[in-house]
């Protein structure tokens, strides 16, 4: 395992190496769960990680077309619009894979046009959406509504709990874009907002930064600010779309 990681690290680096370390803990906790390997034996939970250097990675106006073309490609060649929406959700909102991913339809507010999440990394926390957003939700409803997550996994009684990193990979290539991560959409999100010349502050609330919850929010009369952001982000990325057909 430490051969393994090290030789991932000589050719691609601390991030890919780090990454495939903790997908195999992952899988091996998992794997020992279903005893399929002794408990206790996981040979990738040991190893320490190599030190990453601090990026902050996001999306050139090139690199915005080029992936809103990929998305609608793959979608076609694919079958699977699960997947596209919701690399858009992240796009648009600057969420966590996870908080995505793992939203259930109970969650949903489509009137006052939110998710309230009660599990994420931060707890409880209540996200704004976009008009885009919420649109893309409507649609998934249509197809998902029957079960409980927007995003269902294979059984349909769980959430889709794979991270979409192998269809990623497919969107990336079709985009000719590299050393893209899904949480770098995160990034991207602040560095839209920034750009657009919102405050440090409103983009640590519109990232959802425990520091800003949603709670302290809303008592401070901010959520009109809030939405405002969440409008306009949305508007400056999906404005790409927009632009290809003149292109």
Sequence with gaps: MARLHA?????SGAYAAND???????????AAQWGIVPQGQ??????????????????SDDEHRRLH???????????????????RLLLWT????????????????????????????T????ILLSAPAVESLGKLQERNGR???????RSKKKPRNDYIKRPWARILELAEIDDLRLHDLRHNAATVARRLGVSLKEVSDFLGHKRTATTEICAH???????????????????????????
């Design 123 to 126: 707890g409880g926390r209540t």
């Design 147 to 153: 079960c409980a997550w927007v995003f269902p996994g």
């Design 42 to 59: 996981n040979p990738a939970k040991g190893l320490r990680l190599y030190k990453e250097d601090s990026r902050e990675r996001f999306l």
């Design 221 to 247: 009369g901010d959520e009109g600010v809030q939405r405002e952001v969440v409008e306009r982000v949305a508007y400056e990325i999906q404005r790409h779309v927009d632009l290809q057909g003149s292109l």
């Design 69 to 87: 073309r990929a998305l609608a490609a793959f979608e076609v060649e694919s079958g699977d619009p699960d997947v596209t929406a919701a690399v």
């Design 20 to 30: 495939a370390l903790k997908l195999l803990r992952r899988l091996l906790a998992q």
């Design 94 to 121: 600057g969420c966590r894979a996870q908080e995505i991913l793992k939203v259930s339809w109970e969650e949903i507010d489509f009137e006052g046009r939110r998710i309230h999440r009660r599990d994420t990394k």
């Design 7 to 11: 030789r991932i690290y000589g050719e």
